[in-house]
């Protein structure tokens, strides 16, 4: 029962309509859970507009009532975003939820799932998933990391959030055997920071050459890769004030653990900075649509 319902609920029409083009796969735990409320469909809009004028096609992707969208239309995608109760989907509870017909957003090892389920082969995002800090003391490791070990997607992103421990993020990626990519960059970014002390794995300053490597690596291995380029210089975050703002947002995010402790922080983040952290949210997840469609477009 829970296989055919599985197998019925991809609905992947919006996708094949655009035979021949090249469709970058969206998530929607950003859109849900990641902005103030009503911010959501019109960004998604503008993410739309970006990737189509790159030459590819978006497909925004996550869980209606128990079905999984690949390419959802903007009346599904405001469905979503005005439901009641919006879960939170990841690799390990996307069945359970499909099965229990929840509404719910993908988020990076979800959407990667889904859009390599269907051919999908590069998706955008903002920053990944990865190694919470005391991991000794509370393992907590995003499954974001996983998705990419076994899914053929290019997935692109601004690094991981600063808020998580950066540098054993990095080495986990290389032990999954993950290739990381720098667009511009010789640096692992960190969300809101440019750089790190984390390297990267190669540096391409041409999109089309990234995108012929990711092309043949994806064509070839079992594994995704990560593409990282830093926010745009106008807005990133200086590392002295950055520091400032954290201190203060965990004092103020509270106790918060597992799925919640993130989202929590981001919005702590967000009211210390007085806006600054979400301009610079926006500002890198709209940088990375457009690369994101160019390396699809010309892969």
């Known amino acids: 029962m829970a296989h ?30 990641g902005l103030p409320k009503g911010q959501g469909l019109p960004l998604a809009r503008e993410l739309d507009a970006i990737i189509t004028s790159h030459g590819a096609t978006p497909a925004t992707i996550g869980v209606l009532d128990g079905t999984p969208i690949v390419g959802m239309t903007h009346d599904e995608l405001a469905r979503l ?3 009641p109760t919006i879960h939170k989907a990841n690799i390990a509870n996307l069945g359970p939820l499909i099965y229990q017909r929840a509404t719910a957003a993908t988020t990076v090892s979800a959407t990667v799932a889904l859009a390599a389920s269907v051919g ?20 907590d490791i995003s499954p974001d990391l996983m998705a ?5 997607v290019a997935v692109v992103c601004s ?8 540098a054993g993020t990095r080495e986990l990626l290389e032990t ?10 010789n640096t692992f970014p960190a969300f809101y920071l440019t750089h790190s002390d984390a390297s990267v794995d190669a540096t391409f300053d041409d999109a089309d050459d990234l995108a012929r ?14 593409v990282v380029q830093p926010v745009p210089a106008e807005h990133a975050i200086e590392p002295d004030q950055w520091s400032q703002w954290l201190e203060a947002a965990r004092a103020l995010a509270g106790t918060a653990r597992g799925r919640d402790a993130t989202p929590a922080l981001l919005d702590a983040l967000h009211r210390v900075s007085q806006g600054r952290t979400l301009e610079s949210n926006l500002a890198l997840v709209r940088a990375n649509a457009a690369l994101a469609a160019q390396i699809a477009a010309a892969g």
């Open 4 to 33: 055919h319902q599985h197998a019925r609920a991809h609905r992947t029409t919006p996708v094949r309509r655009a035979a021949g083009r090249a469709v970058v796969a969206l998530e929607t735990t950003l859109l849900a859970q």
């Open 81 to 83: 975003l005005d439901a």
């Open 120 to 139: 999908i082969r590069v998706m955008a995002t903002g920053g990944l998933g990865g190694l919470h800090p005391n991991l000794a003391q509370h393992l």
């Open 148 to 152: 990419l070990a076994t899914h053929p």
């Open 159 to 166: 690094g991981v959030k600063a808020i998580l421990d950066v």
């Open 176 to 185: 999954l055997g993950v290739p990381v990519l720098g667009f511009r960059t």
């Open 213 to 226: 490597f990711a092309s043949r690596h994806l064509a070839q291995h079992g594994t995704g890769v990560l």
